[in-house]
């Protein structure tokens, strides 16, 4: 294959599905290209470690896939299309860990439920990706693989417990890709990733051969970077027999469909603390959009909303109990009860003393665990009583009221549970990105088995905002392989003699700026700094780094790229400057620009 002959960044399933009938490629060259872009970019470069392990058969599957094609014509629309999987969906003679060294040897002899459908339809299974060890929080970190990063800033989490799959559908590793969600699972690291992200209602998609969490909340579900290839992703799941039949959420895409649309927004899940206010003003402009192509915007309160939320959750009733029933089922499993995981060690030092609490629930069915159901049934009398009493057709809220935080740190500001304690489907859609380039995610929930209409109503906003940005750290390849560094000179020349002479190695996947800065004609003395100032439109503008400080003639250093910086470098708007005891308002030199 000659590499660049298929071009799979952000190249959604419909493009290409047109490729292939044209015969202009195939599915071996363009897993190849997938595999390309893996190589790439997850383990060197921005090393986002999202790919836990490959199927060893993904060629081979899609060689057979291209003869099938060729003899019978396709399957359907995901025929021949690479997906990759959580590590919790067990794949036959594939290992699914559930991203715990407990399970790292488990080679499971039948498919999940889901990926049965998905292999029935055509689709080739590139690999597993990393999730937060057992599903059980939200930064995507694990004892089989580690950190997984955040493509739009590798020095912050991807989300989770789905952060593996969100990163590389996010950095185009596959077309689609499967996570499941027991309380934001798919929707935060769809947040994080600039991803759509359906949490269907409780029970319309087939848990089975999925490590459960909590059976009350566990839901599959795909997440991808246009709402028509979610739409593809969940009709080809679908049980059949379901409530919402074969066809229907791509038959449902319909772009006029915030058109007399009526929104509730749920003020009090609104960030309002200093830390979040940033999401909120990126989400309340986006709601004003949505509000200019015709729906009819409310606010809404949900009567005692924080105290149900609080009171009904039940993860930590059922985690222990409903592994200890899915390994029981599976005679050849390394670990045959949770206690056997805590007692070995066999996890990461992030999931401990969530390990332990869990242990602590000593029963099954105890009063606590039947109150938090009966909570259960009263939230969704509430929101259900909130959506009807202002004949609301979805309520919205941010996803998370706060961007993603730095890897090791605490993720705050998640709304999950409003969707996950009641059942109820709720949809994540790209909704804009803070000022130094992360994105933010709007979400909308909807009544009982209104999935397909809340896709209609993400495609429109699609349609209409058009939020979607791809990471930074993972750009088209050339020649197969990752951009190379771009070297750039800058001069500053003084009216004395002073000279500074600039070099600079831009590297676009791992975001960093390399400087070697030396000053002749000047006395190390009278030197004040060097430095990287904005250039705006009529003067220049302020300091942004500090290459040299005072008193320095030379030096070397690494500037960490920010949105902001990356902007400014490609619009040539930063200018290396020097500044000394003459030229208190400095000597302005060549601008950077990138080739």
């Known amino acids: 294959m000659v590499w660049g002959e298929v071009d799979v960044h952000e190249t959604s399933i419909s493009q290409l599905a047109v490729e292939l009938a044209s015969g202009r490629t195939t599915s071996v060259q363009i897993v190849r290209s997938y595999l390309a872009r893996i190589a790439a970019y997850d383990k060197v470069g921005p090393k986002l470690n999202a790919i836990v392990r490959l199927n060893p058969e993904a060629l081979s599957d899609a060689d057979a896939l291209d003869r099938e094609r060729e003899n019978n014509g396709p399957r359907g629309p995901l025929h021949g299309i690479p997906i990759l999987l959580k590590d919790n969906y067990e794949v036959a003679g594939l290992v699914t860990s559930n991203g715990s ?34 599903a ?42 499967w996570g499941s969600d027991t309380c934001g699972s798919i929707r935060y690291p769809a947040s994080h990733q600039s991803l759509f992200g359906l949490r269907p209602t409780q029970g319309l998609f087939n848990t089975d051969g999925i490590f459960p969490l909590s059976h009350t909340q566990d839901v599959p579900g795909p997440l991808a970077r246009t709402v028509t290839d979610l739409a593809v992703g969940l009709d ?99 670990v045959s009860d949770p206690s056997e995981i805590i007692d070995g060690g066999l996890h ?4 401990e003393n969530i390990l332990l609490n869990d242990d602590e629930v000593s029963a099954r069915d105890t009063e606590q665990y039947r109150l938090r159901l009966a909570a259960r049934d009263e939230l969704q009398g509430a929101v259900l009583g909130a959506l009807d009493s202002n004949v609301l057709d979805v309520l919205t809220y941010p996803t998370l009221r706060r961007k993603s935080a730095v890897l090791g740190q605490f993720q705050y500001g998640g709304n999950c549970r ?10 994540t859609m790209p909704a ?38 791809p990471p930074y750290s993972t750009p088209q390849l050339v020649n197969g392989m990752a951009p190379e560094s771009v070297a750039i000179t800058a001069y ?45 439109p009529d003067r220049k503008g302020p300091i942004v780094h500090i290459l040299l400080p005072a008193g320095s003639a030379s030096g070397t250093g690494t500037i960490t790229v920010s949105q902001i910086d990356r902007e400014a470098l490609q619009a040539g708007r930063f200018a290396i400057v020097l500044y000394t005891q003459d030229h208190a308002s400095g000597l302005v030199g060549s601008r950077l620009t990138l080739p």
Request: net charge negative; charged share 20%.
């Open 101 to 134: 060294l407990a399970f790292a040897g488990w080679i499971p002899s039948t498919d999940a439920f889901v990926v049965r459908r998905l292999r029935e339809a055509g689709a080739v299974i590139l690999g597993m990706t990393n999730m937060h060890e057992f």
């Open 136 to 177: 059980r929080g939200i930064t995507t970190i694990s004892s089989v693989s580690g950190q997984t990063r955040n493509p739009y800033d590798p020095a912050r989490n991807p989300g989770g417990s789905s952060g593996g799959t969100a990163a590389a559908i996010a950095a185009s590793f596959a077309a689609l890709g």
């Open 418 to 427: 409003i969707s996950a304690h009641t059942g109820y489907p709720a949809i």
């Open 236 to 334: 080809a799941t679908l049980p059949e027999g379901s409530a919402i039949t074969m066809g229907t959420f791509q038959s449902a895409l319909d772009s006029t469909a915030l058109r007399g649309l009526r929104i509730g927004v749920v003020s009090s899940l609104f960030g309002k603390a200093a830390e979040e206010l940033e999401v909120t003003r990126v989400l309340r402009a986006v709601v004003d959009t949505i509000q200019a192509h015709g729906a009819e915007v409310v606010d809404v309160t949900v009567p005692d909303l924080d105290t149900l939320i609080a009171r009904s959750g039940l993860i930590r009733h059922e985690f222990k109990w409903d592994l200890a029933d899915f390994l029981a089922e599976r005679s050849n499993a390394s």
């Open 348 to 351: 990461h030092l992030a999931l």
């Open 432 to 469: 804009g990105f803070t000022d130094d380039g992360l994105p933010v995610g709007l979400e909308l929930l909807g009544r009982p088995l209104t999935d397909d209409r809340l896709v209609s109503i993400a495609y429109a906003f699609e349609a209409a905002t058009r939020s979607r940005k």
């Open 492 to 536: 500053v020349s003084g009216p004395d003699g002073e000279r500074v002479a600039g070099q600079f190695t831009f590297d676009i996947t791992e975001g960093t700026l390399d400087y070697t800065i030396r000053v002749e004609g000047e006395n190390p003395e009278a030197i004040r700094a060097v430095t990287l100032d904005l250039i705006l």
